[in-house]
């Protein structure tokens, strides 16, 4: 395992610790192996990050995300059947959120998908490698090889996500014009150093944001932008670690693959779910194209799906022993509902928040029993809408701050 690429200059803290895990091939609960980088919790005070994102913004290595490159005239026809919904006909210079499942309508990751064009795709799931589930498919439709490339691509590209209120003017500032014009989930790409910049408006903290993907030799470059941009708007520009991150997305009511429902890399059967089930359904498209798992998800449809996504609010802080279950009392008997699949305290909120996974017979509760890891039990909210959704993350354009 290693540092991820911007770890140096964001670290505001001894790494003592983090050369040992390193030496120790580890993680703890500082730390988590992402793709075989390190990340950390923070790189100084997670409230802190947490308050950039929100009120300026701030900077999120995101290099360790798995990357696959697919290219060829299959590229689309492949992805047609792998994906819940049809990308084929998604237009050029696009990006989108997917999913894909088992043959049995179990999902086995969702991922940002980018279309550079027909024959080229850039596909960004978990720290899960596909490779076999996409060969047994461009198998199973009889594609050559040749006519769809599969390439594992990971260190090939260095990512950066400039993500809250200020990301669009903190662009602005490092030399990147026009980036306010660009539309969520659309990308340019930006000439810089004999390379390109491929230049997104996506994110995952519920805010205005984009994410740079580039090579890993324009990583110095950068740096000395966001110093630029620092001394111009006066503002620290921190970057922020998972802990921020977890908040951010559990505000807008993200689901996070192996937390949220099980992977094969984490295998819970208890945990296994469909798309509709984690709040995914709006990505699958039943009436399209013959895709891996699209009989058994009709027939869940058809006869009902055994789970509901809820989120879930309370006012204290509660001490969760990893999932945390959820009961109610139905007929004078305290009966198990659900579970909670994972929560953090919102410092923006003053709340305690996180995603729930419902049993569809009390879909219709409005609030569940939770049980603490101290055996105390508490009285949550079950709501079906996010905790919070920032009209600024789709406004076009981007709002534009005015600076020295």
Not at 360 to 368: F, I, Q, V
Not at 393 to 399: F, L, Q, V
Request: net charge negative.
């Amino acid at each position: 395992m290693k540092k991820s690429v911007f770890f140096d200059f964001f670290n505001r803290q001894s790494d003592t610790g983090f050369k040992v895990l390193l030496s120790d091939g580890c993680e703890n609960i500082d730390y988590i192996n992402w793709n075989d980088f390190l990340l950390p919790a923070c790189y100084g005070d997670s409230q802190e990050e947490y308050q950039a994102i929100r009120n300026e913004c701030a900077l999120f290595d995101v290099s360790p995300m798995r990357k696959i490159h697919l290219s060829g005239k299959a590229a689309g026809t492949l992805l047609d059947t792998v994906l819940t919904r049809p990308v084929s006909a998604m237009q050029s210079m696009r990006g989108g959120y997917v999913a894909f499942c088992d043959v049995d309508g179990i999902l086995k990751d969702d991922s940002i998908l980018y279309k550079f064009s027909d024959e080229r795709f850039l596909l960004m799931p978990s720290d899960i490698d596909h490779s076999l589930h996409f060969d047994s498919i461009r198998e199973k439709l009889c594609i050559d090889e040749d006519d769809v490339i599969i390439q594992e691509c990971t260190h090939e590209w260095s990512g950066l996500a400039v993500q809250g209120s200020l990301s669009a003017t903190v662009l602005h500032a490092m030399g990147f014009d026009d980036v306010e014009l660009i539309k969520p989930f659309e990308f340019v790409e930006i000439s810089l150093d004999d390379s390109v910049i491929q230049l997104a408006r996506m994110g995952f903290t519920a805010d205005l944001g984009y994410e740079c993907w580039f090579n890993p030799s324009l990583v110095g470059e950068l740096i000395t932008r966001i110093e630029l941009a620092r001394r111009k708007l006066g503002i620290p520009l921190p970057g922020y670690g998972l802990d921020a991150l977890e908040v951010c997305r559990l505000e807008g009511g993200f689901v996070v693959a192996g937390w949220d429902f099980s992977t094969e890399l984490d295998l819970d059967l208890d945990m296994k779910r469909s798309p509709f089930e984690v709040g995914l359904g709006w990505m699958v498209d039943l009436e399209g194209e013959n895709f891996v798992g699209k009989a058994a998800l009709q027939l869940e449809q058809k006869n009902g799906q055994k789970w509901f996504k809820r989120t879930i609010k309370a006012d204290i802080d509660l001490d969760l022993e990893d999932v945390g279950q959820l009961y109610a009392n139905i007929d004078d008997e305290e009966v198990c509902i659900g579970m909670v699949t994972s929560s953090a305290w919102s410092w923006g909120l003053g709340k305690f928040i996180g995603n729930a996974s419902v049993s569809s017979k009390y879909k219709n509760l409005g609030e569940a029993i939770l049980v603490g890891a101290n055996g105390e039990k508490y009285i949550v909210t079950l709501g079906r809408e996010p905790h919070l959704e920032l009209v600024r993350r789709n406004e076009i354009p981007a709002k534009l701050e005015k600076h020295p």
